[in-house]
């Protein structure tokens, strides 16, 4: 998704990644209780679908960050024709660059878009923007079984080889001083509903441009050798929601036997 080709191939989606309505709202109803009128950020927000679930559902304002401009203007028209014009706010701003005071931000939510900065990076570079209590949640790309196949572990080797398993992700952040609430992994069909089905259309339909767009045609060629590995091999990879919390006041971190840390809190 770095060239002129690809982001053609991905505009006027519906989403730029595997998720649902239905996923945002069950991972909204795994948050603890969200202080009134929570600041959110929504980092690598896409198209935004997610946005408007969450905006809706928190009856708050949310700031919605992505640096592909055409995106935001796609998220911007979605809400006013939801209603939601004046609670969603878009900003063209790298994640890795965020500008807000410390412990200003009550919730981080950040749909298929950590990958860009990694896991432990993100979460690091994250955490002092929490207030205590706050909480951030993801959804990243990760290993579903030990033993994935070669196919899949070849390919995810080329594209983002720092794909690992739920319990590696949760002691990043355990070690990045966080405090993990819960985790799932989105069902099948987040894949193919409004990602790769919509996609594929998308392809379908461009495909004649890619005589004249060798660009174009590489990465619709790329692009459907990702979806067939999907087909294939899903059962072994998928996306996990991660909903973690830096520990508030009175909140002290436990490690991972569950014992509590020695000294001070
Ligand atoms: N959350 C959306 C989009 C996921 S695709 C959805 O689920 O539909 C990943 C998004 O991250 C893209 O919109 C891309 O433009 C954005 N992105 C990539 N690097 C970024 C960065 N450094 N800061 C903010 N957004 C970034």
Known sequence: MFDAASFYLHSGLPRQGPGSDASTSKALGLLPPLPPQPFV??????????????ARRLRTRVVAIDIHQPFLDQLAQAARAAGLATAVETRCLSMDALDYAEESVDLIWCEGAVYFLGVGRALRLWRPLLR????????EATWLTPQPPAPAADWWRTVYPAITTVE??????RREGYQ???????????????????????MAALRPQGSAWPE???????????????????DSYGYVFYILRRPGLGLRLVDEAGTPPQGGG
């Open 180 to 202: 993990v609430l819960d985790t799932f992994a989105l069902p099948s069909q987040d894949w193919w509903t409004e990602y790769y089905t919509p996609l594929r259309a998308r």
């Open 41 to 54: 950020l929504d980092l690598g927000c896409g198209p935004g679908k997610h946005t408007l679930v969450l």
């Open 216 to 234: 174009l045609a590489q990465a619709i060629e790329e692009t459907e050798q990702e979806i067939r590995l999907y087909e294939e091999f899903g």
């Open 168 to 173: 590696e992700n949760l002691a990043t952040a």
């Open 132 to 139: 205590p209590g706050g909480v951030v949640t993801f959804t």
